[in-house]
């Protein structure tokens, strides 16, 4: 890397803190390689970030969030082609929200009392702990509905008409009144062949009985997490009748879309929605759900470029219609996108994800924003973001230094 690159690109850390910053050209940059001792100066990119070291650093300083290490944080790394990751114009992170899994593993099938409640969330609404309520997020999506129960009504010690005992309005109200928006997600990769059932029985009675759902809690509207691969035709055929059935229904409610990290998983859904459900408005936008590990800009920036090699070819999405997400734990310990902003993924992706090029849709850069998998307790495996964890030193500093506003779907950019 010649000179010139070298002080251009140390210059692009403070200006994540700062406000507009460009994904880094990482052409010249080495990988990082565990055989090798990297001097003072040295930079590398690992994982499609850019590294700078500041010490002599042995075999074990892996340049990773997940570490403690001498590497100093560049910023993500620009995709092949993409000219940097935009022309000069830097957007705003709109949407800054967290899936909330409850306390039982994301059933919601739990009562809870407001009071309870907070003990176990006050970092969502109240990153500075001193109780002047300043939100970490603005969007909460409570997951998840069970489709079947759902569509049945059940009544059990669970289920109140179909809807997790949990899920409440008062839940709800604890977010809205402080500004945050509220969606319910309906399926996840627990409920793949109720969700089938569902969509083979009476798709058009089940986004009924959701819009129901979301204007009873006084919620903002529904997130369709359907992932089960290749769908067959009676299911592609039960998802449109959902979506159109959905969107006749008043109140308009929001509907959005989970798709896979990049378009290479679910590709007849993420096909549907570039060529007909995100031009058309039946979905308002589509979440880029998380991998197994960190996911990269590459896997992003498929959803901008599409897949015009598949057959038939995956069209491009308008970056203004597509969240991308992050995690919140690792296993048994919180990420740094939870604890610890300055060594986090969000951070270090934020120039790449605010300034992403449109490639064949769309007329403005810069993704929607972010998601992060997930509050609460997601998992039996993941240590929870209740007390003594929490993540106001991750998203609440996150919510300060990109300057979130209270998030209005009615102004979302669309193009």
Request: glycine share 8%; aromatic share 10%.
């Amino acid at each position: 890397m010649n000179t010139s690159k070298l002080i251009c690109t140390i210059a692009l850390f403070p200006a994540l803190w700062a406000g507009p910053a460009f994904a880094i050209d990482c052409t010249d940059l080495p990988e990082w390689k565990r055989q090798r001792y990297y001097l003072e100066g040295d930079q590398v990119q690992y994982r499609d970030v850019a590294y700078e070291n500041t010490a002599e650093s042995s075999k074990r300083d892996k340049p990773d969030p997940d570490y403690e290490h001498p590497w100093l944080l560049l910023g993500a790394c620009a995709p092949p082609d993409s000219g940097g990751g935009g022309n000069g114009e830097v957007q705003p992170i709109s949407i800054y929200g967290v899936w909330h899994c409850g306390n039982s593993f994301c059933d919601w099938s739990q009562k809870r009392s407001v009071d309870e409640f907070h003990l176990a969330n006050r970092w969502i609404i109240d990153a500075d702990g001193d109780g002047s309520n300043r939100p970490s997020v603005n969007l909460v999506v409570l997951s998840f509905l069970e489709p079947m129960e759902l569509l049945e009504g059940t009544n059990n010690s669970v289920f109140l008409n179909g809807i997790p005992k949990g899920m409440t309005k008062e839940i709800v109200s604890y977010f809205t009144d402080e500004d945050i928006r509220v969606l319910l997600s309906m399926g996840g990769v627990t409920y793949t062949s109720s969700w089938n059932e569902a969509l083979i029985t009476a798709p058009a009675e089940l986004a009924r009985k959701a819009h129901a759902a979301v204007i009873s809690l006084e919620a903002d509207g529904l997130e369709i997490d359907w992932e089960n691969g290749t769908p067959s035709e009676v299911e592609l055929n039960g998802i449109e009748v959902f979506i159109e059935t959905y969107n006749g229904l008043a109140p308009r409610a929001v509907l959005t879309l989970d798709l896979a990290v990049g378009s290479r998983y679910l590709q007849e859904l993420s096909r549907r929605a570039a060529k007909d459900w995100l031009p058309s408005g039946k979905i308002d936008y589509i979440n880029a759900m998380v991998p197994r590990g960190d996911p990269s800009t590459d896997q992003w920036q498929e959803h901008v470029d599409g897949k015009p090699n598949y057959n038939p070819p995956i069209l491009p999405k308008a970056p203004a219609k597509v969240a991308v997400s992050l995690w919140l734990t690792n296993g048994r310990k919180p990420n740094p996108n939870c604890v610890q902003f300055s060594r986090s993924s969000q951070l270090a992706k934020a120039d790449y994800v605010r300034t992403v090029q449109p490639n064949g849709a769309g007329s403005t850069p810069g993704f929607l924003g972010y998601m992060f998998w997930a509050a609460e307790c997601p998992s039996t495996r993941n240590v929870c973001t209740t007390p003594p964890n929490g993540c106001a030193n991750g998203m609440g500093v996150g919510a300060t230094e990109f300057k979130i506003q209270p998030l209005n779907f009615e102004t979302l950019r669309t193009e």
